[in-house]
Nanobody
Framework: QGKLVESGGGLVQPGGSLRLSCAAS????????MSWYRQAPDKGRELVAT??????KYLDSVKGRFTISRDVGTNTVYLQMNSLKPEDTAVYSC?????????WGKGTQVTVSS
């Protein structure tokens, strides 16, 4: 059974940076589409960034500020977040998907506030 564990969230001032990590285990990391999602209070979940086959895709509002990357040696996917804005405040969750199989982490809280 696959497992995803996120870390790296916290409180940061507007304009600051955070790097989220998602440690994967129990499945073939390189075969899966890896993504970061977020959900803000009273809002639906939205797809922030995806990494698949060397290609990355981003939500329009984070393009140029966020970067998703993978370390296949440690089975870890990262989300580097720069120039953070209050509207980036949300619970960020890691997802691994391959065909009908989906794994989710429990999420990590990111709060952007002065």
């Amino acid at each position: 059974q696959g497992k995803l564990v996120e870390s790296g969230g916290g409180l940061v001032q507007p304009g600051g940076s955070l790097r989220l990590s998602c440690a994967a285990s129990g499945f073939s990391f390189t075969l899966y589409v890896m993504s970061w999602y977020r959900q803000a209070p009273d809002k639906g979940r939205e797809l922030v960034a995806t990494s698949v086959g060397g290609t990355t895709k981003y939500l329009d509002s984070v393009k140029g500020r966020f970067t998703i990357s993978r370390d296949v040696g440690t089975n870890t996917v990262y989300l580097q977040m720069n120039s953070l804005k209050p509207e980036d405040t949300a619970v960020y969750s890691c997802n691994a998907r391959r065909f009908e199989v989906n794994y989710w982490g429990k999420g990590t809280q990111v709060t952007v506030s002065s």
